[in-house]
């Protein structure tokens, strides 16, 4: 089936640094959603993007929904400890009538002090 | 307005035994997707439900597994004669449109004994 690369799998970062992610699909996508989750718990939604070109803040957060459509970067800046988490990037992949949220494979950010 | 509820939180079956999952979605939400998730590892689909109907549960093992979204009442993850291998997170989203966000609950831990 379809899947979303998301890169790097694993960031170690100073506080206080920047940190870039990405996802990139062979397909295009409609939606790119990004996602971050705690150890325990759920995804919580981050930021939401429907349009090409588009690019969304959230805080510290800013993402961007690639020109082709077939990528989306997560930009955070001057980062803390409780950025720590799993990132995850998500799109709505179609089949037929059918359509899932899939997932890509995270990005496990870590900061420093 | 109360987000995506699940439950139970943590759920212990002995091999052979039957689990059931609950998701209660987001009010309004009519949208619900299940995803399975091993630790160290991603989300991962497993099936899509608008009330009273599977759209799309290519990611949901064949036998002994099941979902159902009633008209009344929650969505039901069945997991029938559970293995050890079944041990791991299973987590719900809702959303209210098919194209939108999906919010998720905070899961339901499986081990299985």
């Known amino acids: 089936g379809q899947q979303l690369n998301q890169s790097p799998q694993s960031m170690f970062i100073q506080e206080g640094e920047d940190v870039s992610m990405n996802c990139t699909s062979s397909?295009?996508?409609?939606?790119w959603l990004w996602y971050k989750q705690d150890p325990g718990e759920g995804p919580v939604l981050l930021i939401a993007?429907?349009?090409?070109?588009e690019l969304t803040s959230n805080g510290r957060l800013t993402a961007q929904f690639g020109i082709t459509r077939k990528d989306s970067f997560l930009n955070i800046s001057a980062s803390i400890p409780s950025d720590v988490g799993i990132y995850f990037c998500?799109?709505?992949?179609?089949?037929?009538?059918?359509?899932?949220?899939?997932f890509g494979s995270g990005t496990q950010l870590t900061v420093l002090p | 307005n109360a987000g995506v509820m699940q439950n139970p939180r943590h759920l212990v079956r002995r091999r052979g035994q039957e689990a059931r999952l609950r998701c209660s979605p987001m009010?309004?939400?009519?949208?619900v997707y299940w995803y399975r998730q091993l630790p160290e590892e991603g989300l991962k689909f497993m099936v899509y439900?608008?009330?009273?109907?599977?759209?799309?549960e290519s990611g949901m093992p064949k036998e002994r597994f099941s979902a159902e979204f009633p008209k009344e009442g929650p969505s039901i993850l069945r997991i029938q004669q559970v293995v050890r291998g079944d041990s791991a997170a299973y987590f719900c989203?809702?959303?209210?449109?098919?194209?939108?966000?999906?919010?998720f609950g905070q899961g339901t831990r499986l081990t299985v004994v």
């Open positions: 009010k309004g939400h009519s949208h």
């Open positions: 397909s295009i996508f409609n939606t």
């Open positions: 998500a799109g709505p992949v179609y089949s037929g009538s059918a359509r899932q949220l899939t």
């Open positions: 993007l429907y349009k090409a070109g």
């Open positions: 439900l608008q009330k009273e109907n599977i759209i799309d």
């Open positions: 989203a809702s959303s209210p449109l098919s194209d939108s966000e999906a919010f």
